[in-house]
Nanobody, 116 residues
Framework: VQLQASGGGLVQAGGSLRLSCAASGSTRNIIGMGWYRQALGKQYDLVATKTNGGSTNYADSVKGRFTISRDVAKNTVYLQMNSLKPEDTAVYYC???????????WGQGTQVTVSS
């Protein structure tokens, strides 16, 4: 599976951004898609995930501000980010969880910078 993310950029605190990610290749193996992020010098952190069945999982730090959505038929995932904070600044990675044994695919990352 190949993942192509877009939509990052620079925004002021309190603003909004929408990330998009399209999957291609062996998409029939995908059982869920999501977003992780990595701030400079820090580890990768879960942001949000959504399974093919619709179950969602959010990091506590983004609950109520971010919304993940999917178009399963189009193999795409979106992340609507509202009320952005400077601590949301990171490289955001699109991910796709695949059927047992194939693991998690990662996209190339898109930079989100929130200025104070």
């Amino acid at each position: 599976v190949q993942l192509q993310a877009s939509g990052g950029g620079l925004v002021q605190a309190g603003g909004s951004l929408r990330l998009s990610c399209a999957a291609s290749g062996s998409t029939r193996n995908i059982i869920g898609m999501g977003w992780y992020r990595q701030a400079l010098g820090k580890q990768y952190d879960l942001v949000a995930t959504k399974t093919n069945g619709g179950s969602t999982n959010y990091a506590d730090s983004v609950k109520g501000r971010f919304t993940i959505s999917r178009d399963v038929a189009k193999n795409t995932v979106y992340l609507q980010m509202n009320s952005l904070k400077p601590e949301d600044t990171a490289v955001y990675y699109c991910t796709a969880d695949q059927v047992m044994g194939l693991g998690r695919a990662w996209g190339q990352g898109t930079q989100v910078t929130v200025s104070s």
